[in-house]
């Protein structure tokens, strides 16, 4: 009867001591896998990183809209002045050399730099235009996520630079050469002819 409880004793023992090593396999591997709730911890962390991160570009790309509509804005409203302050200046222009003609003053060159001030202020307009136009497609493309914009923002900046350059030749060709020369005719008018020699015995006689 010993002998029988002592072999049962041996094989409990050594079932027990055969499951113990898959027991401690397991409990290892479980501790080295993440549970479902660290898992979902490290999901909801990478989600809001992610969300966060394309809330700043949202908001990147809104700034930069908005001041890109801002010098949009800026530029449409001095063409549109500049329109009308150069519609004035031509009109001007074109009645001081109508009258000067009619007095009979030679305005040969006066006319040609009106010539020319009229094509610096038709390619000035084209080229504002053509800049504003540009700067309106960088915007709608800004916040294309596809879109790479720098080209054509490098484009648009150009033409602003070439806009800024024609205005100042405009203003320094109206205001160095067109006044300089209309100033002269009306002094030349002013001016009393010398009295010839022939004038001078006439009046004796």
């Given at each position: ?68 509509e801002?010098v ?132 004796n006689?």
């Amino acid at each position: 009867m010993k002998k029988l409880v002592g072999l049962v004793f041996l094989l409990f023992l050594f079932a027990l001591i055969g499951h113990t090593p898959q027991v401690s396999a397991e409990t290892r591997q479980d501790r080295q896998s993440p549970r479902p709730a660290e898992r979902s911890l490290e999901k909801n962390t990478n989600k809001d990183t992610s969300v966060k991160k394309t809330q700043a570009n949202a908001e990147k790309c809104q700034m930069i809209a908005e001041r890109l509509e801002y010098v949009v804005s800026k530029y449409e409203a001095n063409q549109q002045r500049h329109q009308t302050i150069y519609q004035q200046m031509k009109s001007r222009i074109q009645s001081i050399i109508t009258k000067l003609k009619a007095q009979g003053q030679n305005v040969t060159e006066l006319e040609a730099d009106a010539k020319e001030l009229d094509a610096k202020i038709a390619q000035l307009q084209t080229e504002t235009s053509a800049a504003i136009t540009q700067l309106r497609e960088v915007k709608t493309k800004v916040c294309d996520s596809k879109g790479d914009v720098k080209d054509e923002l490098k484009a648009a900046r150009e033409k602003l630079q070439n806009v800024q350059k024609n205005t100042q030749d405009v203003r320094q060709l109206y205001q160095k050469e067109i006044k300089k020369e209309v100033q002269g005719l009306k002094n030349e008018r002013h001016t009393p002819k010398p009295v010839t020699s022939s004038s001078t015995t006439h009046s004796n006689q």
